[in-house]
DNA sequence: TACAAACATGAGGAAATCCTCATATAAAGG
DNA sequence: CCTTTATATGAGGATTTCCTCATGTTTGTA
């Protein structure tokens, strides 16, 4: 269940690439949307900007992606799919060490990947996201992160992790949401404040 | 320094309302902008729906607010009036109580009046909001949050009120953001931390 | 090479939105 | 009552944006 299945609701004519000049293609539209976004917001941006910046014409862009929300569909999946792959060799890096040491590298990988793609926020997070699809996504991370947190040394209790992986992707999502535009004098210590605060609450739940 | 002084940078022929009609029409028009601001964020937004939910004409709307971003100008000043009012009331309320009784009152409004008031963060929370203006929102609000934390007894030193009423804001601004479009079996538990996490900082920082 | 299907292109239709303006009405002062 | 100024109104111009479509080009394949 990747990214090609997150399409929105009303299914359009979506035609996939099949030949390989067609998968690259896409592949730009989506980079060219991913500067966009990051630069305009999901509402500002505009089709042709888009097409522009991917150096493709404005036809060639509504060939793959009937409509913008498809676009920030396929982008968001993207997405989720680079975050899920990293969370997964996370979990290999970090078996059987303390849990502070998980914490902290979860923090620092997260918080780096938003920083270097501002676009998954700006399409993850924006109004007018489906929020079955936003849901979707977050107990996939949440599923990740669970993972993340059997693996290390003591690992974290069966019954209890469910909750805490929930409560880690929140504080994670808190952290992302100041990371947007806050003064620079205050985030750095706010996201500091927010680590700590969840080393506190996961020390002490090794089963 | 009132909301009549948080006009945008480029200043059209905004003209103020001297009789009463049209103190009674602004007003009006306001409350129709915090409503389809609220329900459908600012870029969504359109000025003929703003316009017809204050019962009002289209001319009327562009002869007190010559761009979308007056409008939003305004209701943003409108609320920080507002909050100040209800933070120098509650400065009153909490005189000589403890720190943390100042806290629970702080975060009940504080929550409640953005629960109340969505279109504040719609208009307050935009990426198209112009920095100086949320810089000095925030200064301000954090001065009012000063006074109240002098106030409490025994008081928080002098040289660390500056700081930690950044902190506060922050903490409090940190739980509005995830008010907004949470699940709601996440959302209270994160709060009551966040209200916890805040009175640990504040504990023992009496002058 | 020749054919079919995928892909590329950009002018322009349709619709939405911002905002103006000429005209009309209400209110305040003399 | 009359003048002046503030306020009200909504049709429509100007612009922007989404998206279509007819036509042309490239790619894979037999």
Not at 51 to 58: E, K
């Amino acid at each position: 269940m990747s990214s090609q299945n997150s399409s929105p609701s009303t299914e359009k004519n979506a035609k996939a690439p099949s030949r390989s000049r067609g998968l690259k293609r896409v592949s730009a539209l989506l980079d060219g949307a991913s500067a966009v976004f990051a630069e305009a917001g999901y509402e500002a941006a505009t089709m042709t900007q888009i097409a522009a910046r991917a150096g493709a014409s404005i036809g060639s862009l509504y060939q793959f992606f009937p409509t913008k929300e498809h676009v920030a569909a396929a982008l968001h999946g993207r997405h989720l799919d680079a975050l899920a792959g990293m969370l997964d060799s996370l979990a290999g890096e970090v078996r059987g060490q303390p849990v502070e040491a998980a914490v902290d590298a979860l923090f620092a990988r997260f918080v780096a990947y938003l920083e270097e793609n501002p676009a998954f926020l700006a399409v993850g997070e924006r109004r007018s996201l489906d929020p079955a699809v936003k849901k979707e996504a977050r107990a996939r991370l949440r599923g990740r992160i669970a993972a993340l947190l059997v693996a290390v040394e003591p690992p974290i209790a069966e019954a209890r992790v469910a909750s805490l992986a929930a409560v880690t992707l929140h504080l994670i999502r808190v952290a992302a949401l100041l990371r947007a535009d806050d003064d620079e004098g205050v985030r750095a210590p706010a996201i500091a404040e927010l680590r700590t605060m969840l080393k506190r609450h996961l020390a002490g739940q090794g089963g």
